[in-house]
């Protein structure tokens, strides 16, 4: 509720008031309730100034503020707020986050004000917890108190134990095997509950013969091996709690997949006519754009027409800055154009795809199965080829951007004669500054 505002007003008689904690009591009334006290929730953590640490704030003036002066101050605010209010307070937690499934812990100041009302310094948590009882829930504690039918039957069901367990496994097993499962993690030997599923090791083996990977994909799973096991292993998929940002209408992901789609459809057009482009195109792909900017609007319309027409200047900015750079800096001429490997090839398909995988001989028996596409191929000369993908994870080593993954080879016998024996093949990688692309060159006396 924090992050959300309604029609902030005044107090209103006869009306629940809510407010921030550091602003508790200013509205005079009796009773305050004061909820979320888990760990973690009340008070922000302990992070230091990016721009300017805490170490270089202490050697130029004992008067900058470090970062535990803001947690200090934050703290002060509240229990001052908590200390002058005559309220009669109610202090909660939830101990149960239900996205997660998992238990969550009170605050120390939850476990502080329970100390006061006992009167004794030395109560902990544990003692806390068991004063508190069973947590209030859906499920009443009396099945008298009950507000709703479904209260009443939930309560009856808690009341008989072992025996209405048993009765509610058989109506629905698939609650039987989720408190197996959890009774199996909760105990001290390591079961494939806890993942240790012997039998998966041939499925996310990446040089078994049954599995093709992509290079982000081998590139993730050295980042987060558990992510991995996770996909590949039990198929489970992370949810998307992605917030749309209002003030961006094409996210990074889609303006760069619809900019490629246009830039292939130029090259495409020019490779069937056997020329090079020209500024003669310049109104077709435009046109082209615009067309498709307006169907994007169609199918996710922009928040404002601000935002539309700052973006779709952008757009054609890039669509222009394309083919200038085509028509005045690349001498090569396309071949293949999202030319896709490892792949099931679909009905329109560059000529030069293939559903093969990439084989990559590691040494001692080990073979990689690379799976992946080149978003083109240029002929630069009869002996030089120029293959061009769009990168993963971009680093800036000196000043220069380097892309730190697996090269995935052409699949294609013409162009792989050029590439074969890579590891004594030279080359060179050339990167564009308004884009996550890189090309690299092979010469054929090289390799």
């Known amino acids: 509720m924090q992050s959300l505002?309604?029609?902030?007003?005044?107090?209103?008689p006869?009306?629940?008031?809510?407010s921030h904690l550091s602003q508790a009591g200013y509205a005079g009334r009796p009773?305050?309730?004061?909820?979320?006290?888990?760990?973690?929730?009340v008070f922000s953590s302990l992070t230091e100034d990016a721009v300017l640490l805490d170490a270089e704030r202490v050697a130029i003036s004992a008067d900058l503020r470090l970062s535990t002066d803001r947690i200090d101050e934050a703290v002060y605010a509240v229990l001052s707020r908590l200390a002058v209010s005559e309220a009669s307070a109610t202090f909660s937690y939830s101990c149960r986050d239900t996205r997660e499934f998992r238990e969550t812990y009170a605050s120390w100041l939850m476990l502080q004000a329970y100390r006061l009302q006992q009167g004794n310094e030395t109560l902990a948590y544990p003692a806390m917890k068991t004063a508190l009882g069973e947590p209030k829930s859906a499920v009443p504690s009396d099945r008298a108190g009950a507000l709703s039918p479904n209260g009443w039957w939930l309560r009856g069901v808690v009341g008989t134990g072992q025996d209405g367990i048993a009765v509610?496994?058989?109506?629905?097993?698939q609650a039987a095997r989720g408190r197996a499962a959890e009774t199996r993690r909760e105990a001290l030997e390591f079961t494939e509950f806890d993942g240790h599923v012997f039998g998966a090791g041939l499925g996310l083996d990446p040089c078994s013969p049954i599995n093709v990977y992509?290079?982000?994909?081998?590139?993730?799973?050295?980042?987060?091996?558990?992510r991995f096991f996770l996909k590949r292993g039990?198929?489970?998929?992370?949810?998307?709690?992605?917030?749309?940002?209002?003030?961006?209408w094409l996210d990074p992901l889609?303006?760069?997949?619809?900019?490629?789609?246009?830039?292939?459809a130029l090259l495409r057009r020019t490779r069937d006519e056997n020329r090079r482009p020209t500024k003669g195109d310049g109104v077709w792909l435009l046109t082209l754009a615009q067309q498709r900017l307006a169907q994007l609007h169609q199918e996710m319309p922009a928040a404002t027409s601000e935002i539309l027409e700052r973006e779709t200047q952008d757009f054609l900015a890039d669509v222009e800055l394309f083919l200038d750079a085509e028509i005045d800096g690349n001498q090569s001429t396309p071949v293949g154009l999202e030319v896709s490997f490892g792949r099931p090839l679909g009905d329109d398909e560059d000529p030069l795809a293939r559903a093969e995988p990439v084989e990559i001989a590691l040494g001692a028996g080990l073979t990689l199965r690379i799976a992946g596409r080149m978003d083109r191929i240029d002929e630069v000369s009869p002996a030089t080829f120029e293959v061009l993908w769009r990168g993963g994870e971009d680093r800036t080593q000196h000043g220069r951007q380097r892309l730190i993954t697996l090269t995935p080879l052409p699949a294609d016998p013409f162009i792989a004669t050029i590439v074969r024996g890579v590891p004594g093949c030279s080359s060179s990688r050339i990167w564009t500054a308004s884009s996550s692309a890189c090309r690299r060159r092979w010469r054929a006396e090289d390799c």
């Open 214 to 226: 992509s290079v982000t994909e081998l590139e993730r799973a050295a980042e987060c091996p558990f």
């Open 254 to 264: 889609t303006r760069g997949s619809e900019l490629h789609a246009v830039y292939a």
């Open 168 to 173: 509610l496994s058989a109506a629905f097993p």
């Open 234 to 248: 039990l198929g489970v998929r992370p949810v998307d709690e992605h917030e749309r940002d209002k003030d961006v």
């Open 31 to 41: 009773l305050l309730f004061v909820v979320g006290l888990e760990e973690g929730r």
């Open 14 to 18: 006869g009306h629940l008031y809510a």
């Open 5 to 12: 505002t309604v029609a902030p007003e005044r107090p209103r």
